[in-house]
């Protein structure tokens, strides 16, 4: 019994480091500019959360009406502008 509560306590500190790296943070703290990301899901025609090159995951919105993510899947790479923490433009990789 002591060896398995050993046991999980070793894996979940080992484990604390990999979730970190994947921590949501929020859109408006990402600097303006240029960025390729993978589309990890489409919430709605206006949102999707995507996970940035560091490992980070958010969820961005679209800023302009012509701005539709509708077309896009999971796994899709995307470069995309952001100003303001909000998609301006972006445009589909591969």
């Excluded at 025609?45 to 800023?63: C, I, Y």
Aim: proline share 3%; no cysteine; glycine share 6%.
């Amino acid at each position: 019994m002591r060896k398995t509560i050993a046991s999980l306590a070793l894996l979940a500190a080992l484990a604390a480091p990999v979730t970190a790296l994947a921590a949501s943070i929020d859109a408006s703290l990402i600097p303006d500019g240029t960025y390729t990301v993978k589309v990890e899901r489409v919430v709605d025609s206006k949102h999707m959360q995507v996970a940035m090159d560091n490992g980070a995951e958010t969820v961005l919105s679209a800023t302009r009406a012509s701005v539709d993510f509708s077309s896009l899947k999971p796994s899709d790479k995307v470069m995309l502008s952001l100003g303001k923490g909000q998609v301006l433009v972006y445009k589909k990789l591969g």
